[in-house]
């Protein structure tokens, strides 16, 4: 098993930046990718950014290119999501997802493991 846990989630205006973090334990050498969903109330998880754990290429919904950027840290097994120009519609619960890297794939993880998730609201 594989335990990711959240942290940075909060309240910021639009235009403002966040960064959300998610740090992974257990069997971590089961998984190469790890990347952030987000669920809006009444929708579905929505796939926001991944990044493969041996090459480091990344994937990116088309809603958050160019204002999100995810990196990791190998050695501590953690991946952050730097969040700027924050809009109220990137307003969710930002969920750690954590798997096997896809090429084919759209989101180009194949998720195994979730996180408890994290709030994030943008106020206009």
């Known amino acids: 098993q594989v335990q990711l846990v959240e942290s940075g989630g909060g309240l910021v205006q639009a235009g403002g930046s966040l960064r959300l973090s998610c740090a992974a334990s257990?069997?971590?050498?089961?998984?190469?990718?790890m990347g952030w969903f987000r669920q809006a109330p009444g929708e579905d998880h929505v796939f926001v950014a991944s990044i493969d754990w041996s090459g480091g290429i990344t994937n990116y919904a088309d809603s958050v290119k160019g204002r999100f950027t995810i990196s990791k840290d190998n050695v501590k097994n953690t991946v952050h999501l730097q969040m700027n120009s924050l809009k109220p519609e990137d307003t969710a619960v930002y969920y750690c997802?954590?798997?096997?890297?896809?090429?084919?794939?759209?989101?180009?993880?194949?998720?195994?493991?979730w996180g408890q998730g994290t709030q994030v609201t943008v106020s206009s």
């Open positions: 257990g069997r971590t050498g089961s998984i190469d990718a």
């Open positions: 997802a954590g798997g096997r890297y896809n090429y084919y794939h759209s989101s180009g993880l194949e998720v195994d493991y």
